[in-house]
């Protein structure tokens, strides 16, 4: 019985792939799961929309110059589902947030887990398969 | 010693024998007798509870459809990246779909771009199930209607074995027609529209797609399963093991309007 249930959840996974995790298309080709990074900024804009949410901040770079990143997330959808509040975030707010970095060298971090200004990390989006 | 050693062991006797013998699990029913498919369901993804049991480790992708598309966090590219490697156990349903090999072929030069949904299009039957969002079933004497949260797609069922309406256009979901053998709804769906992925490795599906559906409850469980024939793509029909729908703590569903800020398609080609 044991085993059934295993072979369904199997199939599942075969049937339905990893479409279970991410709603909408793939990172592994915009992002380097290898490369990680942690960026601390300001968040300048930030977008509950579909397929995918988006924070944006400005980053201060050694030399002083400031770049935009946005934040690639899960929908919204999932993620207050999964403990997020909208209120959770606001402009002005200072974050920091590990993440994938992108192949293109772009200022866009596939944004693993987001620190916010009260402490509380809290993914952003889940595991990168 | 022995004493704990025994009594493990009646334990495990006596439970293993309660266990062969544990009757279905009561199921609810409706007014007029049929099991009861109403609520919200999540077969795949992500729900409030964390992962759903569905979820599992990703198995080491098969190098042949690793690559750029190993991320695979849709429908198809993960499915090839877990399934094509797998080895068959004699007795085991099948993984994937017995493609013939134009079919395998083409969707192994498949890119994520190529992907439907990457535009947004509804993902199609049964990909949609597997979809990181819930659906809601809506259950009248004749018909379901399933409310999925992914692609503001919609279906409605005829459980009385009629077609209703007149000629419809090929579609996305195609038309479904569902009757009843015993406690299990069968749902015949026909009239897609070539556009769709299947389940799986399968990328390339055509006019003559043809899904069976079987819905069944298990105690406040609902069982899924799948026939997929596809004459003009497939060797023979594809027979996969059940999956398991399950209640998430949800009570409602959400809006998705995947076209509303789908700005990265650029970098999505490879």
Known sequence: MKSKFVAAGTAMILLFAAVTLVAHHSNAAQFDATKRVTIKGEVTKVEWTNPHAYIYVDVKDAAGKVVNYSLEGFPPNTLLRTGWSQKDLKQGDTISVEGCVSRDGSPNLLAREVTLADGVTKKWWGPMS | ?270
């Not at chain 2, 509870?49 to 042949?64: D, E, K, L, R, Y």
């Not at chain 2, 999925?148 to 919609?154: G, K, L, Q, S, V």
């Not at chain 2, 003559?208 to 596809?230: A, C, P, S, W």
Request: aromatic content about 8%.
């Open chain 2, 1 to 270: 010693m022995f004493r704990l050693g025994s009594a493990v062991i009646l334990m495990l006797f006596v439970s293993s024998v309660l266990f062969a013998q544990t009757p279905a699990a009561p199921i609810k029913r409706t007014a007029d007798g049929k099991p009861d498919f109403s609520g919200i369901w999540q077969g795949g993804g992500i729900s409030a509870q964390g992962p759903t049991a569905n979820i599992v480790p990703a198995a080491p992708a098969a190098p042949a459809a690793a690559g750029a598309r190993g991320g695979g966090a849709r429908g198809g590219g993960g499915a090839g990246a877990r399934g094509g490697g797998a080895a068959a156990q004699p007795g085991a349903l099948p993984t994937q779909p017995p493609m013939q090999q134009w079919a395998a072929d083409k969707s192994r030069g498949m890119k994520n771009i190529d992907d439907p949904t990457v535009h947004c299009f509804m993902p199609g039957i049964p990909r949609v199930v597997g979809m990181p969002f819930p659906l809601e079933i809506v259950q009248t004497p004749n018909k379901i209607v399933i409310l999925y949260e992914a692609f503001r797609t919609f279906r409605v069922i005829p459980t009385d074995g009629k077609k209703v309406g007149g000629e419809s256009a090929p579609s996305f979901n195609g038309d479904s027609v569902g009757h009843w053998e015993g406690d299990t709804l069968v749902v015949d769906v026909t009239n897609f529209n070539g556009k769709i992925w299947g389940p799986g490795n399968m990328k390339v599906t055509s006019a003559k797609y043809h899904v069976v559906e079987r819905y069944r409850l298990d105690g406040d469980n609902l069982i899924y399963q799948v026939v997929i024939e596809d004459p003009d793509v497939l060797t023979g029909p594809f027979s996969p093991a059940p999956t398991t729908l399950r209640r998430p703590s949800e009570t409602r569903l959400m809006e998705y309007e995947c076209l509303e800020n789908n700005i990265n398609l650029n970098s999505i080609v490879q």
